[in-house]
């Protein structure tokens, strides 16, 4: 491996100029940081983005170095490699001893024994402040947290939120009057193009095949990710398994339904394996289980599902079904948002059906209703849902998502409800 080229090549890489994320990467002398989320998401931007703000502080260049173990110099590297790239760095670069030393570790989980080297180097070398990414959600608690529990702090990359989607696309609005402004009609024609095409960030600052971009986003969670990371060989059943769960993304799934579905078309795949497949779905970031709300963590762990998808571009992308289905894009859209959020999700199925739960503290603290539009035929039905989940968890309101303009409140018994444009409800904090 050539380690003087890469540290070269370091030393003259311009830094791209960053596009305003809403997350704010702050580093803790006491802690390793990481950043997770799905591929493209924007992990490498934030460390970039972190870099100038280093360099703004006053550190010098030559004490930040960083590495994406994506590149094809990089591929197969191990703990050795780390050792032999900080001793080579450190050779070729003029550090100023009265700072730190910042070293960035993009996609770190492509490096063998990489948990070990951290630990090493987070107990003998307190000049260095380590960050690193992952495209998996299992960074922290798989390979973390049996040699560095305690010592890291973690934050969750996603696509672009439509907050952020607005701000790209440069358009302004006073959130307070947007409602009754004339600024709402842009916002809202923003909104229908967001709910079609997803946040990836890459589809907003090149002139690039959004649909090929996708597909090469899809294929590399699902060979890198998935494939090679947890070696599974029988790769054609696992296609027809992420086949038939894009079809049921924002619907109930059962196991042992999709393992008789899976048979009938001629694939034999026990309900174990299709588990550890959608683990491992999950791990990557490519889909979201959401589980019904029990009081018993018994009965939630055996309670009924339902699957969502990481960005609505990616779904439109692999699954051309669902372009025309806005009321499933717009579900799909509210629950990635409560992600991002970093809430506790749950949904409600009993005396009817409530999209969302939201639970802290090991209490029901929120619920959402979502629908595409409030009318005759449905408004019975999403109204009554709503107002037996708030009666079960004894909250006072509740919330209806809509694409209807009127924002108001409606007083039933003792409970409200707030009706919410969906489009304003993703642009507040």
């Not at 997770?36 to 998401?41: F, I, V």
């Not at 960050?131 to 996603?158: F, W």
């Not at 959401?290 to 960005?311: A, F, H, P, R, V």
Request: net charge positive.
């Amino acid at each position: 491996m050539e380690y003087e080229k890469i540290i070269i090549k370091w030393k003259e890489f311009e830094i791209p100029e960053v596009l305003p994320r809403s997350y704010s990467l702050k580093l803790n002398h006491d802690f390793i940081t990481t950043i997770t989320g799905p591929r493209r998401a924007g992990k490498t931007y934030l460390c970039f983005k972190k870099i100038v703000s280093l360099f703004k502080e006053g550190i010098s260049k030559e004490n930040i170095l960083y590495i994406n173990f994506e590149d094809e110099k990089l591929l197969n590297a191990n703990a050795d490699d780390l050792s032999n790239l900080l001793e080579k760095y450190l050779e070729l670069s003029n550090i100023n001893q009265k700072q730190n030393i910042f070293l960035f570790l993009d996609e770190i989980q492509n490096v063998k024994n990489w948990d070990s080297w951290v630990r090493r180097i987070s107990d003998t070398e307190k000049n260095i402040k380590l960050v690193l990414t992952g495209s998996s959600s299992k960074l922290l608690s798989k390979e973390i947290s049996t040699k560095l529990r305690g010592r890291v702090l973690n934050m969750e990359v996603y696509p672009l939120s439509f907050k952020e989607y607005v701000k790209w696309n440069e358009i302004d609005y006073n959130l307070k009057t947007l409602i009754h402004s004339k600024d709402k009609i842009q916002i809202k024609k923003a909104f229908l193009s967001y709910l079609q095409e997803g946040g990836y960030p890459a589809l907003f600052t090149n002139k690039v095949s959004r649909e090929q971009v996708l597909q090469s986003y899809y294929q590399s969670m699902i060979f890198k990710d998935i494939v090679e990371r947890h070696k599974i060989k029988e790769i054609k059943k696992l296609k027809i398994l992420i086949k038939l769960l894009f079809e049921s993304v924002t619907k109930e799934i059962s196991y042992n339904r999709l393992a008789n579905k899976l048979k009938s078309l001629g694939f034999n795949i026990s309900k174990n394996t299709i588990i550890e497949y959608i683990s491992h779905l999950e791990d990557a970031y490519l889909f979201f289980e959401n589980i019904k709300y029990e009081y018993s963590i018994t009965k939630q762990l055996g309670s009924i599902k339902k699957i969502y998808c990481i960005d609505n571009g990616l779904l439109n992308a692999v699954s051309f079904k669902f372009s025309g289905d806005r009321g499933k894009l717009i579900e799909n859209l509210v629950f990635i948002e409560l992600k991002r959020r970093s809430n506790e999700i749950y949904f409600y199925s009993e005396n009817g059906e409530c999209d969302f739960l939201i639970k802290e503290k090991n209490k029901v603290i929120s619920a959402i209703q979502v629908t595409e539009n409030m009318n005759e035929e449905n408004s019975k039905r999403e109204v009554n849902g709503l107002i037996n989940a708030l009666k079960k968890y004894n909250l006072k309101e509740g919330i209806i998502l809509s694409l209807d303009d009127e924002e108001k409140q409606k007083k039933i018994g003792n409970k409200k409800i707030k009706f919410i444009p969906l489009w304003k409800w993703l642009l507040e904090e």
